[in-house]
């Protein structure tokens, strides 16, 4: 009670798409009056049989929802195994206190002497505890718990209880990282570490052959983790590699980098590279849990930080929040907390999944004519932005600001050519993410159009 169910469930469930069913005024709907005087007529037990039936109503009901449930409804055993069995439960953590002031001269009927409140969270206090799968503080943190993204600092200490399920683990990172990284997460995995592996650092991991090598090594069972600790190179091909052995098994992604850990770990989307392009091979394949540690990044170099930094800027401004502004570990939280809600709402990238590209369609063009080499992804990001903030007609102050991204040199031409071949022009128009004020849309634009603020973003 006083949680802010009804308002975090509200939000959650806009978020990720799913209708929204809260309990207590689904009640009130039936019986046509407020619970309060239900309560006065009729006494307790009569509410909690129409609670009952609408919260298990609810939790049957085929499709996915996010369900506010009343503040006592874990007191009713039905309702406890109904949400075992159907549904993922967080609780919306709130102290006593807090959810008294919040509660009280509310009208509502448990809510009137402070002595008893107290005495009520109390007794339900364990069994909030019984059904919680995940435990939140707001509304990104219903999302990411719903995603399987846990974000702490610290955390990597405690990968082992991080990582599902009590079969073995085989642990995947690149050279570098686990000379870093390697023996805090070797120690954290204990007894269930049965193998470690070694890709490539950098691209060079995203190879058919490095598969090929991983497959040929694991030596894994069914119920197996392949758990991937590096960047988003690493959590690409292991999350491949998982995908393909044995026909998939579980992977865990432990993302060390920032790009790895608001972009490439989550998501499902695991990938190699084919010698005609980047990530043409792959499966999507979701993660059994993302283990992010934003104390990872404190060894990360600043030029790795700041290609981190072109994709935060590129969620900050779909989601029309000055997220860059924010110290790490909370920018980190709160960009995940993105990226996982589009992702939970399009798993497939049919849909508003797209709206992630914002700034791409033009980043790989420079990136493709710069022939994948000294231009970084997030310098071509930097620029992909300005460029796709100018055709929405928008001021581009904050990514000068934060990314002061520099023209490049590079062909147009081959620029031009790539950025066809990538998007497929359609009767003379190409398809791009652009940033409306209801937010970001994919759009239509004259091939002059594209071509002109394409070639505003290269040197002469
Ligand atoms: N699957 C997706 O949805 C998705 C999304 C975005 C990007 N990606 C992919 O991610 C890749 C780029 O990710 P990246 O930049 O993280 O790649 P990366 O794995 O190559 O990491 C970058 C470098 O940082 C080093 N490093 C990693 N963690 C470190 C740490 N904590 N301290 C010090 N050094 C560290 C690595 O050894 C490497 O040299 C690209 O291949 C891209 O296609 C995938
Ligand atoms: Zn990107």
Redesign the pocket.
Known sequence: MGAGKSTVGQVVAERLGRDFVDVDREVERDVGKPIAELFQERGESEFRSHEERKTIAALQQPGPAVIALGGGAVETPAIRAALRERAFSVLLDVDPETAWSRSSGSGRPLARDEADFHALHERRRALYDEVADARADDADDVVLAAGGVHVRGGSLELVGSLTPGDGRVALVS?P??AG??GADAQVALGERLVSVHEVP???E??TVAVVARLWSELRLARDATLLAL???????VS?FAAATYLRGIDWVAV??????QV?????G???I?LPAG??LVGAFHWPARVVVDPR??????DR?LK??MA?VTKTGLLAGEPLWELPLPELVRRSAAFKTALCLRDPYDRAERAFLNLGHTFAHALEAAAGYEGVT?GAAVGLGLLAALRLSGRPTDVVEEVLAPKRVHVDRERAWVSLLRDKKSWAGEVRIVLLGDAGPSVEARPEREIRAALDELIAD
């Open positions: 690149d570098h990282v870093i990284h650092q950098g691209e991991a995203k590096g960047g988003g190179c690493t959590t690409d999350g993302p060390t980098t920032l790009i790895g972009d490439a770990a989550i998501g989307k695991t990938a590279d980047k990530n990872l990044l404190d060894t990360l170099p790795e290609e981190g994709e992804h």
